[in-house]
């Protein structure tokens, strides 16, 4: 089996290793040239942060882009859509790799959808990292939005209160069950999340097995952006989130949001 990893950071090299003990043809791509072989086969595994997918995508052959498999956090499916990228497999990864070259310590099963759903999920069961193939469309959905809920309330717990994860659960463990209750209208609104029957007890559970994790918030757009813009439309309040946001030193980045928002523009 044929697999290219672009982008070996911390997910990528794990993808290398995993794919090398395996006995699979890997093949490891930086930041320069074709991301793939326009005559090649197998997944295309892109392992760089949200920011750099547009510069990977334009670097891959067009009859290559259905091989593609993007892994990042967020809500990606709408993206791709707008970049005709439907065909493309998304994976919800569910593991916390530290380092470059560092164990990955899985909390969860990581889920993929998607044409190398099933081999790309093999490969890292096989090596011990817990995944699958999603069920179904919802189940996607609902995945994507338990990993969302957990990045965006431990993210801003953890900065504000400058805590790991741990010690967010010592104190603060009512917080994210209330948080996470919040955010789930907001997450059952929207065309590509779904909000977990279990989300809080999900959020904890998978928060027990990162405990070590320091965790901020990053990459608004595609994270606490998309969250606060998803819960605008479809008019859920999210007091207990805007407070901590503001606490963690985000206030004029909400206050800015929320103005492009309700001008009718995006995050
Ligand atoms: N680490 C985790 O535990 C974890 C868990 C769940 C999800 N994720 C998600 O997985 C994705 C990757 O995370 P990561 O932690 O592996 O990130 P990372 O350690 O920062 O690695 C990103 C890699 O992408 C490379 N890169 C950057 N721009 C590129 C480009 N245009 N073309 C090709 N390669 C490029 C970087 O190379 P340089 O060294 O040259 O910058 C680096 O090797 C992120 O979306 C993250 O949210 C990570």
């Known amino acids: 089996m ?19 003990a395996a006995g699979w043809r890997v093949r490891s791509v930086g930041r320069d040239g074709p991301t793939a072989a326009v005559d090649g086969a197998g997944p295309v595994v892109v392992c760089t942060r949200n920011d750099d997918l547009a510069q990977v995508v334009a670097r891959t052959p067009v009859d290559r882009r259905g091989d593609l498999v993007f892994v990042q956090n967020g809500v990606l499916a709408p993206w791709c859509r707008a970049r005709g990228l439907s065909e493309a497999t998304l994976g919800v990864l569910y593991v916390a790799v530290d380092r470059v070259g560092a164990p990955p310590v ?17 490969l890292m069961h096989g090596g011990g990292v ?8 919802e189940d996607l959905r609902r995945e994507v939005g338990t990993k969302l809920a957990w990045i965006c309330v431990l993210g801003v717990l953890g900065e504000a209160l400058a805590a790991t994860v741990g010690q967010v659960l010592e104190t603060q463990a009512d917080e994210v069950v209330a948080l996470c209750e919040e955010l789930a209208p907001a997450l059952a609104a929207g065309p590509d999340t779904a909000a977990d029957p279990e989300l809080a007890a999900r959020v904890l ?11 901020t918030v990053k990459e608004w757009p595609w994270r606490t952006g998309w ?3 998803q819960a605008t439309r479809a008019g859920v309040a ?3 989130h805007r407070a901590w946001l503001v606490r963690a030193g985000h206030g004029e980045r ?14």
Request: charge should be positive; glycine fraction near 14%.
């Open 254 to 267: 909400l206050a800015a949001q929320e103005a492009r928002l309700s001008d009718g523009r995006g995050p």
């Open 106 to 122: 899985p909390g969860a099963a990581s889920v993929f959808a998607g044409r190398h759903a099933a081999a790309v999920a093999g």
């Open 205 to 215: 559970a998978y928060s027990r097995s990162v405990a070590h994790y320091r965790t």
């Open 227 to 229: 969250l606060l813009d």
């Open 2 to 20: 044929d697999l290219t990893v672009v982008g070996v950071g911390r997910i990528g090299g794990m993808l290398v290793g995993l794919g090398q």
């Open 238 to 240: 999210l007091p207990r």
């Open 130 to 137: 817990w995944a699958r193939t999603a069920r179904d469309e």
